[in-house]
């Protein structure tokens, strides 16, 4: 990637793209383009072919989607799975025909069977059948991946899908029922003194990488890969939720009492990731998870106004 080339982050203000805007900022590259959905609605054909038609973009970082927990992957699975093939299928035909040199297209670890063995391994995808209660979502992303992919050997189009483990960090989705783990748990352990309930038993593993690991990971990618490989991104940093709650109870202090609801689905099992491929080429993680964590409860107290309006809308 070149200094002066026009790099579009889609989904530039949600929890990945704003830390690949921040990334690329801090790098030096300069012609950074971003779009709110209100700007640009990238499920809209016409306005992305008007979009790609008039500004030459040269890269593209696809982090735009529609994402979520168990609970909202489970109650708006049509809307998962609307929203997100008709995002990734607009950018990727048009970023195609529009020449843009290279794709990087994000995808996430439950695209993988649900009884895969772990790590799990890129070659494990489409040996088996998914978490039901995200399958919707899962498939809009093996639809992304083999999309790219179909573009690449028809049309010679470059790119690459990485696989995160679960992320978390500045700009997350805090909802407490429709976020994902680590973001609903700092806001209720914030705004709960007596009680908090967590789901399921507490007993899942699962593997959590910082934001920042994942947006340097993608630049790093983009140097790299160039065929629509899947390429898997992990931390190496697995941890049980219990684990979890007992981290962030210590670093946001919270002094009320813990209780697990076990009418409430556990998710997945374990599922730490294979990332192998990537750290055979010399990228590594950087932060650990307790930093990752202090790091995240650190954004969110500084901008609880910003999360409370988001919440709001
Ligand atoms: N969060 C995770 O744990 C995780 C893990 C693995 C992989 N990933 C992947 O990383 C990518 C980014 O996830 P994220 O956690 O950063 O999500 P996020 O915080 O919810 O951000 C998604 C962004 O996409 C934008 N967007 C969605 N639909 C749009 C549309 N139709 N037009 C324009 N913009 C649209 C949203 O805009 P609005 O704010 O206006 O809705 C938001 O800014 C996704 O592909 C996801 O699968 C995430």
């Known amino acids: 990637m070149d200094k002066k080339d026009n790099i579009f982050v889609a989904g530039h203000n949600g929890l990945v793209g704003s830390s690949i805007v921040r990334k690329l900022k801090l790098l030096g590259f300069e012609n950074i383009l971003t779009r709110s959905r209100k700007e640009l609605d990238l499920m809209n054909s016409n306005q992305v072919e008007h979009f790609f038609k ?44 529009y020449k843009v040199k290279k794709f990087i297209f994000l995808g996430s670890v439950c695209i993988y069977p649900k009884y895969a063995d772990t790590p799990v391994k890129e070659e494990a995808l489409l040996t088996g059948e998914l978490e039901p ?126 209780t697990w609801d076990h009418t409430k689905p556990n998710g997945t099992p374990k599922r730490p990731l294979d990332y192998t491929r990537i750290e055979s080429l010399g990228w590594k993680p950087k932060y650990t998870l307790k930093e990752g964590l202090k790091k995240s409860y650190e954004w969110y107290k500084n901008n609880i106004d910003l999360v409370k309006l988001r919440l709001k809308n």
């Not at 040269?58 to 609307?82: K, L, P, Q, T, W």
């Not at 690449?152 to 189009?157: C, F, L, S, V």
């Not at 909802?175 to 009680?195: A, E, F, R, T, Y």
């Not at 940093?237 to 210590?250: A, C, G, P, R």
């Open 54 to 97: 008039n500004n030459k973009i040269d890269y593209v970082f696809d982090a735009a989607a529609r994402v979520g927990g168990i609970h909202a992957n489970d109650n708006y699975s049509a809307e998962f799975i609307y929203e997100n093939t008709l995002v990734q299928t607009n950018l990727i035909h048009y970023s195609n025909l």
């Open 133 to 258: 209660t995200n399958e919707a979502y899962a498939i809009a992303k093996i639809h992304g991946i083999h999309m790219l992919k179909a573009y690449n050997k028809q049309y010679g189009m470059k790119g690459v899908s990485l696989m995160p483990a679960n992320l978390y960090g500045p700009n997350d989705n805090y909802h407490p029922d429709n976020g994902h783990v680590i973001p609903s748990l700092i806001h209720k352990l914030h705004n709960q003194d007596d009680k908090v309930i967590c789901w399921g038993d507490g007993s899942p593993r699962r593997e959590f990488l910082y934001v920042d690991d994942l947006a340097d990971a993608c630049i790093f990618a983009s140097k790299h890969f160039a065929s629509a490989e899947l390429i898997n991104v992990g931390s190496g940093q697995d941890v049980s939720i219990k684990e979890l709650v007992s981290l962030l109870v210590d670093i946001i202090d919270f002094k009320g009492k813990i």
